[in-house]
C-alpha cells in the first residue's frame, strides 16, 4: 500500500524497526559469517503480511518476530515480545517504551554488559551474567495520581521485573534448544581462551545446562 517496491518497503520497515528497537539488525556478511560456526547462533527478523487488498494485489509488511539460525537451519521462531527480551540481552535497547498495566515508561537509554564464565574442576558449569542499567521517563499513566517518591520506587521495580522476566524467558528457551544467541561462545573464546579449550569439544551439553543470573537496575 506505500509503493511499488517490495524491497524498498522492507528495507524501510526494519531500519524503522531497529531504531525503534523492536527488532534485532543482522546484516549478510554477519549471517554468513556465524552460519560458518559450529557455536554462535544468528537472529533475523521475519516479515509479515498485516494486510492485503483482494482487488490491488498490494500488500503491506510488518515485524512479526525473530527467528534463531544455528548451523545456516532455521531452529526456532520468538515473537516480538521474545525478540524484546532478546534486543535486552544484546544491549541493543536504545527507544521505544515499557508498557505497564496503568502507566508507560518512555526508554531514553540502556546498556547491558554481558559475560560468560566457566564454575567447577571435575564438572564444568556454564553461567551468563547480564548486567543491565535503564533510564526512561514516565509516558502515558492511565490513572493519573500524585507521582511521589514510593509510586517512582514501584513502577522501577515493576520495570526490573518485566525486562528480567522477557530476558529469562528467552535464555530457558535457547538453552532448550542449544542455540547460543549471545554469543557465550564467542565471548569465551575472547576473554577466557584457555577455559573455551577445556569446554569447546563439550559445549552443546554444557550450554543446554547453562545457568544465568540478571540484574536490572
Known sequence: NLGSIPSQEITVLLENQVTMSACPKLELLEFAMEANSSFKASVMPIIGISQQNPETEKVQFEVTGSGV??????????????????????GEINKGEIMLSDVNVDILESST????????NSEKKLILTFDIDVEGNLGEVAKPKEQNTEELREISKACE?????????????????????????????????????????????????????????
Open 113 to 120: 554488559n554481558f559475560e560468560a564464565r566457566i564454575e567447577g
Open 161 to 217: 521485573e518485566l525486562i528480567t522476566d522477557q530476558l529469562s524467558h528467552v535464555l530457558i528457551q535457547s538453552f532448550e534448544n542449544g542455540c547460543d544467541i549471545f554469543g557465550a561462545s564467542d565471548y569465551l573464546f575472547r576473554h577466557k581462551y584457555k577455559k573455551w579449550k577445556q569446554v569447546e569439544n563439550n559445549w552443546q551439553m554444557l550450554y543446554k545446562n547453562a545457568t544465568f543470573e540478571i540484574k536490572v537496575k
Open 69 to 90: 539460525f544455528n548451523d545456516g537451519k532455521l531452529i526456532y521462531t520468538m515473537n516480538r515480545e521474545e525478540t524484546r527480551g532478546y534486543l535486552w540481552g544484546i
